[in-house]
């Protein structure tokens, strides 16, 4: 359990169940990016009402490596996924841990989730015996998302572009 902002949150497997809070968490921040003006990130639509991405979110629930940060009422409040690399990023030149997806409410009184499951994943990569971490975010905008991968740790190591969708992987060595 960590504490963050004034919620107690208990960070668990995710399983399949956990896909439609997920989703909510998407769709959260997508009206998010919305107000700030960022559309180009995600899009303007629910995800929850787009059957690929629906997919695509209860795929990731359902991976070895997902997990959900959970409130004090049992509300799902963030969602990280590690695995193996992207399909669309260069192949690692070594073993390494993946940070496939990382969600998190926009809530102030989750603040500092999406810092404390990045160090989560750190914890995960040692007990695994893997040195190596890797991330791939949107590249565009303000930049601010880099930014935040930075502040955890994380440097540049190239940028990729799918269908016009900037991306920037970076990388962390513990």
Do not use: H
């Amino acid at each position: 359990m960590t504490e963050t902002g004034k919620d107690l949150l208990n960070i668990r497997r995710a399983g399949v169940a956990d896909a439609p809070a997920v989703l909510g968490l998407f769709d959260e921040v997508i009206e998010w990016f919305m107000v700030i003006g960022n559309p180009q990130q995600w899009g303007t639509e629910a995800w929850s009402s787009i059957p690929r991405r629906i997919i695509q979110v209860t795929d990731a629930c359902a991976l070895p490596g997902a997990w959900v940060a959970q409130d004090e009422q049992g509300r799902v409040r963030a969602f990280l996924a590690l695995g193996e690399a992207m399909p669309y990023v260069p192949a690692a030149t070594g073993p390494e841990l993946y940070v496939r997806v990382l969600i998190a409410s926009r809530d102030a009184r989750v603040r500092g989730i999406g810092r404390r499951l990045m160090m989560f994943a750190d914890e995960q990569a040692r007990a695994a015996g893997v040195e190596d971490l890797r991330v791939d975010c949107y590249g565009g905008g303000s930049g601010e998302l880099v930014r935040f991968y930075e502040s955890c740790g994380y440097t540049r190591l190239s940028t990729f572009n799918v269908d016009g969708w900037p991306g920037q992987v970076l990388g962390r060595r513990l």
